[in-house]
């Protein structure tokens, strides 16, 4: 190692460096005095060096402290990243899940629209066979019809010649009751099976439809004349 700062007496003066010459001319006129100066010269440089040697290694030590926070700090920065990362991507595919959801749903809405045009296309169609052939007939829908279309037809002609037949009015009324109480009049039909099944105190409690089953997904009032 290569000592260039001037060497220092504990009094901080100067510590002459002697060539050797000097030296020589020294010790002849003081050798005792001269000797006694080059060994002080001799322990101050050693312990000049050691005190270097100690300062670089502090010095190592502070830059390998500082590396090492700074090495945790960013680690820390990126698992933060990581983080907000995921939390992103979790809060992608939430709204993900829910548009598929808004979708079906708006899919299922337009099926029940469509099955409500369909019938009340057909309610309309029946009426009007009904009060064209039935000759002012009272005009039923037909509970009994199957959501598999086993029936071709909705309603039924009970005209009004035949409203005095005990046994017809009796057939009527069952046709009629409410399928969950069998007390009420059904004048709720239910979709999408469209079976007309219960009365309108036990519609509300109903989730299902009372004749098939079915889970009911809307109901709508029939008005029954
Ligand atoms: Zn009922
Ligand atoms: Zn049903």
């Known amino acids: 190692m290569v000592i260039e700062a001037p060497l220092l007496y504990p009094n901080n003066s100067v510590i002459p460096v002697m060539e050797d010459g000097e030296f020589f001319a020294q010790s002849r006129f003081d050798p005792h005095q001269t000797e006694q100066r080059r060994r002080s010269n001799e ?4 312990s000049l060096k050691e005190e270097m040697i100690l300062q670089v290694a502090r010095l190592l030590k502070k830059l390998e ?3 090492f926070y700074l090495l945790k700090q960013k680690d820390l920065e990126i698992a933060k990243e990581a983080k907000k990362r995921a939390e992103l991507e979790e809060i992608v595919a939430k709204l993900e899940a829910e548009n598929q959801a808004l979708k079906r749903i708006s899919q299922e809405k337009e099926a029940m629209i469509d099955s409500l045009n369909d019938t009340i296309e057909e309610m309309r169609e029946q009426a009007y066979y009904g009060l064209n052939n039935g000759g002012g007939g009272v ?3 037909d509970d009994a019809e199957s959501c598999c279309g086993e029936n071709t037809g909705n309603f039924k002609d009970v005209e009004e010649g035949r409203s005095n037949n005990g046994e017809e009015e009796e057939e009527f009324d069952e046709v009629m009751s409410c399928k969950s109480c069998y007390c009420g009049k059904s004048c709720y039909m239910f979709l999408p099976c469209r079976h007309l099944s ?3 105190f036990c519609e509300p409690f109903l989730k ?3 004749v098939c089953r079915t ?3 809307a109901s709508i009032e029939a008005l029954i004349f």
């Open 208 to 210: 299902v439809c009372p």
């Open 139 to 141: 005009v039923v829908v």
């Open 215 to 217: 889970p009911k997904k």
């Open 65 to 67: 402290s500082n590396a």
């Open 43 to 46: 322990k101050l440089r050693r």
């Open 198 to 200: 219960a009365c309108k």
